[in-house]
């Protein structure tokens, strides 16, 4: 660990972090962070305010950092700053970007490590659901590097008049975007969005959120480390209600990651800007077990889908719908599985999950299992808090018997807490399972693989994985990921998520030919031979 905690910007001989802790000796041992290493991180928040934000680890409620905050004069000067690098980094070949980017891969990679460790102080998350985060980014750094061209390179399509009207279509950057970021993939969620914007020529005004600024400060120095100009790429820091208007009032695009409310705020207030944004917003996701499913395969990736990052995923489970026909068994292993976990908040591998982030989700996830309880929910694994694991610790928790009346029945609970629902046929299976306004994301386990893809394009979610809990789609670099209805709008990942933040443009070449009468010929003549055109070309297949 020691190693780890050294692996920051500079010689091992200057480790950059690091703290008075051995949790195989003292589980409770206060974790720490170098100042000088807080210094460099907090050094790259455009703020003029004098004043900061502590920021304490859910791990022990240690203090980590005291974060400079900005006001709205500094959210001008980074948009101006950002302009200013933006209009000589669009002159960068796509070439170049796209090596960045792969130095964006290596150095994710070399310094995991490093970046497991600030995910874990700041988040609390299980040091393998740490781990997904620098795997994330990295797949994005590479997956657009590789595929630059392919999706910004100017492309040729067929002119109205073949051989005589050339068109191409140029992808020109929007401007400057504003990224929103949230707290529970702080690292991924500071980078995997603006990755694209900036190969699209793009620059980057960040805000994360206050719970996790060191990890997205951490991003934003790789960045500059890789060859990215650090004024391309600004962060300010503080409250969403101060600062996201100011973001939304400059920006030429909105990125944002958070709640369905203050999701439609945003995109009202985008929309009287007349800018595009993209929003992944809450979710209720659904799991369908299927009468003929790999039982044991079903409940290993129903753990996975509902306590990964204690619950705290856009897209994990809190609902589960079991076919009558295996709902026993299913049941039997997966309250196995759940008990089984090893709980823990410490920077080590040997924990299955992790804590909670804050006292707001604990109290949360509290008030909806205790709320479920009272109603007549039956607890079937977990069902309270760990103080004595960590301040914000609760249980991986399973329910049955969840009514509609009960809070978490239809409310996004964000926490370590599913319900459990037999059904008696497929079709009201996919009923319940797009019951609500949310679609983020659904999972279907069967042996048959071509029947739950059938069964898939009836479930109004962004995303459906066969046979996994969400690491099919949200792994798979090509595949565009976002939420449908209350879920969200727009798309990350894939074309869609670099094709976002360009405008495209249409550039006409016409040789010959005009669009018009020639040598004498009437307006009737003209189109005469214009519709007699119209039929040959249909006739020879022509678009």
Request: charged letters at 20%.
């Given at each position: 660990m020691s190693?780890?905690?050294?692996?920051g910007?500079?010689s091992?001989?200057?480790?950059?972090y690091g703290g008075?802790?051995d949790p195989?000796?003292d589980?409770?041992?206060s974790?720490?962070?170098?100042p000088?290493?807080?210094?460099?991180?907090t050094d790259?928040?455009?703020?003029?305010?004098g004043t900061?934000?502590p920021?304490f680890?859910?791990?022990?409620?240690a203090?980590l950092?005291?974060?400079?905050?900005s006001s709205?004069?500094?959210v001008?000067?980074a948009?101006?700053?950002a302009r200013?690098a933006?209009?000589?980094w669009?002159?960068v070949?796509?070439e170049?970007?796209?090596?960045?980017?792969?130095?964006?891969h290596?150095l994710?990679l070399d310094?995991q490590?490093e970046i497991?460790d600030l995910?874990?102080?700041?988040?609390?998350?299980?040091?393998?659901?740490a781990?997904d985060e620098p795997?994330?980014?990295?797949?994005t750094?590479?997956?657009y590097?590789?595929?630059?061209h392919?999706h910004?390179?100017?492309?040729?399509?067929p002119?109205?008049?073949p051989?005589?009207t050339q068109v191409?279509?140029?992808?020109?950057p929007?401007?400057?975007v504003?990224i929103?970021?949230?707290w529970?993939?702080?690292f991924?969620?500071?980078?995997c969005?603006g990755?694209?914007?900036?190969l699209?020529?793009n620059?980057v005004?960040s805000?994360?959120?206050a719970?996790?600024?060191?990890?997205?400060?951490?991003?934003?120095?790789?960045?500059?480390?890789?060859?990215?100009?650090?004024d391309?790429?600004?962060?300010?820091?503080?409250?969403g209600?101060?600062?996201?208007s100011?973001i939304?009032?400059?920006a030429?695009?909105?990125?944002?990651t958070?709640?369905?409310?203050t999701?439609k705020?945003?995109?009202?207030?985008?929309?009287?800007?007349?800018?595009?944004?993209s929003l992944?917003?809450?979710?209720?996701?659904?799991?369908l077990v299927l009468?003929?499913a790999?039982?044991?395969r079903?409940a290993?990736?129903?753990?996975?889908?509902?306590?990964?990052?204690?619950?705290?995923?856009?897209?994990s489970?809190?609902?589960?719908?079991?076919?009558?026909?295996?709902?026993?068994r299913f049941?039997?292993?997966?309250?196995?599985?759940?008990?089984?976990?090893?709980?823990?908040?410490?920077?080590?591998?040997?924990?299955?999950m992790?804590?909670?982030?804050?006292?707001?989700?604990?109290e949360?996830v509290s008030?909806h299992?205790e709320?479920?309880?009272a109603?007549g929910?039956?607890v079937?694994a977990?069902?309270?808090?760990?103080?004595?694991?960590a301040?914000?610790?609760?249980?991986p928790?399973?329910?049955?018997?969840?009514t509609?009346?009960?809070?978490c029945?239809?409310?996004?609970?964000f926490g370590?807490?599913v319900?459990l629902?037999r059904?008696?046929d497929e079709a009201d299976?996919?009923a319940?399972a797009?019951d609500g306004e949310?679609?983020?994301?659904?999972?279907?386990?069967?042996?048959?693989?071509?029947r739950?893809?059938?069964l898939?394009?009836q479930?109004?979610?962004?995303?459906?994985?066969?046979?996994e809990?969400?690491?099919?789609t949200?792994?798979?670099?090509a595949?565009?990921m976002g939420?449908?209805?209350e879920s969200g709008m727009?798309?990350?990942?894939?074309?869609e998520?670099?094709?976002?933040?360009?405008?495209p443009?249409?550039?006409g070449?016409?040789?010959?030919l005009?669009?018009g009468p020639v040598?004498g010929?009437?307006?009737?003549?003209?189109?005469k031979?214009m519709?007699?055109s119209?039929r040959?070309m249909d006739k020879l297949?022509?678009a």
């Open positions: 190693e780890a905690l050294g692996a910007a500079g091992p001989s200057d480790p950059t008075p802790h195989e000796h589980p409770r041992a974790y720490a962070l170098e000088q290493y807080v210094a460099r991180l790259r928040v455009l703020a003029t305010t900061t934000n920021v680890s859910p791990l022990d409620g203090p950092a005291n974060i400079p905050q709205a004069a500094d001008e000067e948009f101006r700053r200013a933006q209009r000589a669009a002159r070949s796509l170049e970007r796209a090596r960045i980017l792969h130095r964006v290596d994710v310094r490590a497991m995910i874990q102080l700041e988040s609390g998350k299980a040091r393998k659901h781990f795997m994330h980014v990295a797949l750094a590479r997956y590097a590789r595929t630059a392919q910004l390179a100017p492309a040729r399509v002119g109205v008049v051989g005589l191409e279509i140029n992808r020109v929007k401007g400057v504003g929103i970021a949230p529970n993939y702080p991924t969620m500071a980078l969005d990755l694209p914007a900036l699209a020529g620059a005004v805000k994360p959120d719970q996790t600024m060191l990890s997205a400060l951490l991003a934003a120095q790789l960045l500059e480390e890789a060859g990215v100009p650090r391309l790429w600004q962060v300010v820091a503080g409250p209600r101060v600062l996201g100011e939304i009032g400059r030429d695009y909105i990125c944002f958070g709640s369905t409310a999701g705020v945003i995109a009202r207030q985008a929309a009287e800007r007349l800018i595009g944004c992944e917003l809450g979710g209720k996701n659904p799991i009468r003929d790999d039982i044991e079903a290993e990736g129903a753990v996975r889908a509902s306590f990964s990052n204690a619950g705290q995923l856009c897209v489970t809190e609902r589960m719908f079991v076919a009558d026909q295996v709902y026993d049941v039997e292993r997966f309250v196995a599985r759940t008990k089984a976990m090893s709980l823990g908040a410490t920077l080590g591998w040997d924990a299955d992790g804590t909670l982030i804050s006292a707001d989700q604990l949360t008030a299992v709320d479920a309880v109603k929910a039956r079937l977990g069902g309270n808090a760990r103080p004595d694991l301040p914000y610790f609760f249980e928790t399973i329910l049955e018997g969840v509609p009346e009960m809070t029945f239809g409310h996004e609970t370590p807490v319900s629902y059904f008696h299976a996919i319940r797009n949310y679609g983020l994301n659904a999972a279907i386990y069967t042996r048959d693989t071509r739950g893809r059938a898939a394009r479930v109004k979610c962004g995303t459906v994985n066969i046979n809990a969400f690491g099919a949200f792994a798979s670099l595949a565009p939420g449908m209805r727009g798309r990350r990942q894939g074309a998520g670099i094709h976002r933040y360009t405008e443009q249409s550039v070449v016409q040789r010959l005009r669009f040598l010929m009437s307006d009737q003549a003209y189109a031979v519709n007699a119209l040959l297949g022509r």
